[in-house]
């Protein structure tokens, strides 16, 4: 089973691929990976700025299929922007950022 570390290895090795072609801005893992609570069928759930304009149906589901293959996981993808506000602040203060830029 991958670490959270190896994760954002594999994930910053990947990180021109993630800003040409997915028009990714920033990357950050949450959830149980990050609580250190993960099992052998748990998700990774990752937390997606795009560029300016550069969202669209395309772009996410490719970028999903994408980090799954790399991954090898069933991935979560929730988009910055899009948080429900019931969840936005526990998210984003366990998030984990990936630098990628």
Request: proline fraction near 0%; avoid cysteine; hydrophobic fraction near 35%.
């Amino acid at each position: 089973m991958k670490t959270l570390s190896e994760f954002k290895t594999i994930l910053h090795e990947n990180r021109d691929l993630l800003i040409k072609k997915y028009k990714v801005k920033t990357l950050g893992i949450f959830g149980s990976y990050v609580r250190n609570e993960q099992n052998e069928t748990s998700d990774i759930d990752v937390l997606v700025e795009f560029q300016e304009n550069s969202i669209n149906f395309d772009n996410y589901m490719g970028l999903k299929y994408y980090l799954e293959d790399l991954f090898q996981k069933d991935v979560d993808l929730v988009i910055k922007d899009d948080l429900k506000v019931e969840i936005r602040d526990k998210i984003l203060k366990e998030i984990t950022q990936v630098k990628i830029n």
